[in-house]
């Protein structure tokens, strides 16, 4: 079992910065797949970024460029670095967990997910 818990969220002018983080508990943290993903009105629930075991990430292509996601193995955090933040960007942010390798960047890949941070970007 992993239990996810996120932070960092808050709110910032567009063209400023933010860094979600989102603390593990659980073992073998070095073996999930992990994403960050954020609530739209018209879409659900969709993937923002996500990062293997090993380090190898992926973006969306709305995000790329902009945002950086990371992990600590050694503390069982992961980051979201946002950078030129945009008022589209405002959502609720979630990290989630799959054990394993990534695959796609979608929500029924993953299993585990934390309770959501809170972003919102002013023009």
């Known amino acids: 079992q992993l239990q996810l818990v996120e932070s960092g969220g808050g709110s910032v002018q567009a063209g400023g910065s933010l860094r979600l983080s989102c603390s593990a508990s659980?073992?073998?943290?070095?073996?999930?797949?992990l994403g960050w993903f954020r609530q739209t009105p018209l879409n659900g629930r969709v993937g923002v970024a996500q990062i293997s075991g090993s380090g190898m990430p992926n973006y969306a292509e709305s995000v790329q460029g902009r945002f950086a996601i990371s992990r600590d193995n050694d503390k069982k955090i992961l980051y979201l670095q946002m950078n030129d933040l945009k008022p589209e960007d405002t959502s609720t942010y979630y990290c989630?967990?799959?054990?394993?390798?990534?695959?796609?960047?979608?929500?029924?890949?993953?299993?585990?997910w934390g309770q959501g941070t809170q972003v919102n970007v002013s023009s």
């Open positions: 989630a967990a799959r054990g394993g390798k990534c695959y796609t960047l979608t929500t029924p890949s993953f299993g585990y």
């Open positions: 659980g073992n073998i943290f070095d073996q999930y797949c």
